[in-house]
């Protein structure tokens, strides 16, 4: 799995998961783009897979906003050639806009914080380089989703699990769309990671059957998977990433 020619672009790689995911990526020979809503969090991610040899850039934007993602992505096809890998990765699980409450007691106006990032963040990206990876015969565009958008559960999770099945639900139908033009359109559904706060954490990790939370490692594995040659043939699929809760 050699990325030597490849440029990824990364959302929301300033920490946790897509971090992890970036510098999978870099290690394996690809340019990656860091992009985070927060600029100083993707310049350390840079600075970080720099020091481990890769290499990396900026591009700090909000990928909720359409016309700053078109504008942010023509100027860094301009700036690094075409964009090859497109992981969409920023999500808002573990954040503070999470704010898990029952779906009868959240106020319509909370819904747009979930939809925003979780659903139009993987929009808005994917069509800013989905024609030009079908001009360029060759793309990959990963989502990362969550078990919330695959099954119900009793974590006040709703909101975010229905952005998170509409991300996810895109990627079927790109797949559909894009195949013939040699891109492909998947999903990698994590499980509970590493990053969440402890007390949430511990009353599920006895659920999974593997026994620990997931890392950034076992997510990375998934996309650098799915990102190469060798997952050619692999499209519009989900990729369980779950320490093997809901084994379906
Ligand atoms: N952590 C988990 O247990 C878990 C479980 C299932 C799925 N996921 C998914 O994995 C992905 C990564 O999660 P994580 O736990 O690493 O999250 P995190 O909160 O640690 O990191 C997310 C990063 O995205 C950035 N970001 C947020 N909004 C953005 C925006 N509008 N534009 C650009 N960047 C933005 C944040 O600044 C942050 O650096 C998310 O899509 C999340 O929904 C996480």
Not at 2 to 12: E, Q
Not at 102 to 121: E, I
Not at 185 to 209: C, K, Q
């Amino acid at each position: 799995m050699d990325f030597d020619n490849r440029t990824a672009l990364v959302t929301g790689a300033g920490q946790g998961m897509g971090l992890g995911i970036a510098q999978r990526l870099a290690s394996q020979g690809a340019r990656v783009l860091i992009n985070d809503i927060d600029p100083d969090r993707a310049h350390a991610a840079v600075l970080a897979i720099e020091s481990e040899g890769g290499r990396a850039d900026t591009a700090a934007f909000d990928v909720t906003d359409i016309d700053t993602v078109l504008a942010a992505v023509k100027e860094l096809e301009r700036r690094a050639g075409g964009i090859d890998i497109l992981v969409n990765n920023a999500g808002n699980a573990g954040s503070e806009a999470m704010n898990q409450l029952p779906f009868k007691d959240m106020p319509h106006q909370d819904w747009d914080k979930f939809l925003a990032v979780n659903l139009y963040g993987v929009l808005n990206c994917s069509k800013a380089v989905v024609s030009g990876m079908c001009d360029r015969g060759w793309g990959r565009i990963i989502t990362i989703s969550s078990e919330a958008g695959r099954v119900g559960l009793d974590i006040n999770v709703a909101l975010y699990g229905v952005a998170k099945a509409g991300g996810a639900h895109l990627m079927r139908h790109l797949a559909r769309e894009v195949g013939p033009f040699g891109v492909t359109a998947n999903n990698v559904s994590l499980g509970l990671m590493d990053n969440v706060p402890a007390e949430f954490a511990d009353a599920i990790v006895r659920t999974i059957p593997i026994r620990r939370l997931g890392t950034p490692a076992d997510a990375a594995a998934a996309v650098a998977w799915l990102a190469s040659e060798e997952a050619a043939w692999v499209t519009g699929q989900t990729l369980v990433v779950n320490g093997g809760s809901y084994a379906f």
